[in-house]
């Protein structure tokens, strides 16, 4: 059985993670607004989309927040309007200088990202600014893992334990797992997502680095 | 008198800087919360815009009330990426593969053109203004007016008269989700000129239930 569950909103064209074969298996879909009705702890990580309605996902606070509380792991991309936990808050948008300034930089290694070239995030298709245009300012505790512009830039990327159990992934900008069918080391993003969400959590990993 | 325009949010990041932000918020005399649609009243609306990106279920569950709105002669403006042939009537959509690095190309042009040059829309803007890239095209039916075509395929964008007593303004364009995501300036300036277009459209008097 999938261990993940992925919010779809609608598309016309299936998310990559339900069409790829790498991932497909893996996880399972179901509409956003059938939430409310969803069995999800018995999954083990839930997937935010970038397309998701916010302003619905505020009001499944609490189930979000038991989902969270039974050990689950949330992975929210996007930029946060209506923060859907408590510990959230609303996006920063880049002030862009350059476009050297949408460049990704890695600033401690995780598993969702390895083997996968900064190069890749910064630009697609040659176009910069697909990754990334700002960021979700992360809670007290988060360890950052990508940052924009430089490597002292704003936290694009960050993964925290919650107090009370749970952790959470935030990318602030479009879906992780849009790559999945492109031929790039990013493409390696969305299958080890899968990989980190269904094996157990090592001894301080995704603890803030001192 | 300034025309009542309302406006569906659907509750993401983008439809929430494109509707609540600054830049256009004054064109709306109301943010209608897609979950709310079914049962907010239009009929003093004089348009209803529905912003590209939206999720179609909510808008499937209101089609009679969006028909009953176009029966009375209303306007409704559609963007794309939100499946409008599934909650508007008569639309024939056909999806393209998207190519949003064309421009990286030396001398490549997205073959976009005014399909009719002397229409009002293009008083406020230019055909430039509405390439960035293709989604899809709608075949129009016999009748109505295209207005953004691509070359030797349908419309990006037109209007319908004809197939009901209301005014149907159809496009696959998703502008409302670039200019919310702060990604391509361009779309700025089409939403800019269009929303200006459509309320001097809207401006004469509605139609009467």
């Known amino acids: ?210 | 008198m300034k025309p009542r325009i309302a406006v569906i949010d659907g509750g993401t990041y983008y439809h929430h800087r494109a509707l609540f932000g600054e830049r256009y918020r004054s064109y709306f005399a109301e943010v209608i919360y897609i979950r709310d649609l079914w049962n907010t009243p239009l009929a003093h609306f004089d348009a209803v815009v529905f912003p590209d990106r939206l999720h179609p279920g909510p808008l499937v569950a209101a089609r009679r009330q969006i028909a009953e709105y176009l029966d009375t002669g209303g306007t409704v403006a559609a963007f794309g990426e939100s499946q409008s042939h599934t909650w508007l009537p008569g639309l024939a959509w056909s999806p393209r593969p998207t190519n949003f690095w064309w421009w990286k190309t030396p001398g490549a042009r997205l073959p976009l053109y005014a399909a009719t040059p002397e229409h009002s829309l293009f008083r406020h803007l230019t055909i430039h203004e509405a390439t960035w890239h293709v989604h899809g095209v709608f075949t129009p039916p016999s009748g109505t007016t295209p207005l953004i075509g691509l070359e030797g395929d349908g419309a990006l964008l037109y209007e319908d008269t004809v197939t009901t007593p209301g005014r149907m303004v159809i496009s696959s364009l998703d502008p409302f989700y670039h200019y919310g995501s702060y990604f391509m300036p361009v779309t700025e300036r089409f939403l800019h000129g269009f929303l200006e277009w459509l309320a001097a459209s809207c401006s004469g008097p509605r139609a009467s239930p």
């Open chain 1, 1 to 210: 059985m999938a261990e993940t569950l992925l919010l779809t909103c609608g598309e016309e064209i299936p998310s990559p993670l339900l069409t790829c074969p790498a991932t497909a298996s893996r996880v399972d879909g179901i509409d956003i607004y059938a939430l409310a009705q969803a069995d999800i702890g018995v999954y083990r990580g839930l997937l935010v989309s970038a397309h998701a309605d916010q302003r619905f996902l505020v009001t499944m606070q609490e189930q979000l927040e038991q989902f969270l509380r039974d050990g689950g792991i949330l992975v929210i991309c996007g930029h946060l309007t209506y923060p859907f936990l408590p510990e959230l808050s609303p996006f920063v948008p880049l002030a862009l200088r350059s476009f050297e300034d949408y460049r990704v930089w890695r600033v401690s290694e995780h598993p969702v990202f390895a083997g996968v070239d900064t190069d890749d995030l910064t630009f697609r298709k040659g176009i910069a600014g697909f990754y990334g245009r700002g960021h979700n300012p992360p809670p007290t505790g988060a360890r950052v893992l990508q940052r924009l512009s430089s490597p002292d830039g704003p936290p694009l990327d960050y993964v925290y334990h919650r107090l009370g159990g749970g952790r959470v992934l935030v990318h602030s900008g479009n879906d992780l797992w849009m790559y999945a069918n492109d031929g790039i080391s990013a493409r390696r993003i969305a299958p080890q997502l899968l990989d980190w969400i269904e094996s157990p959590a090592l001894p301080g990993e995704d603890r803030e680095e001192t």
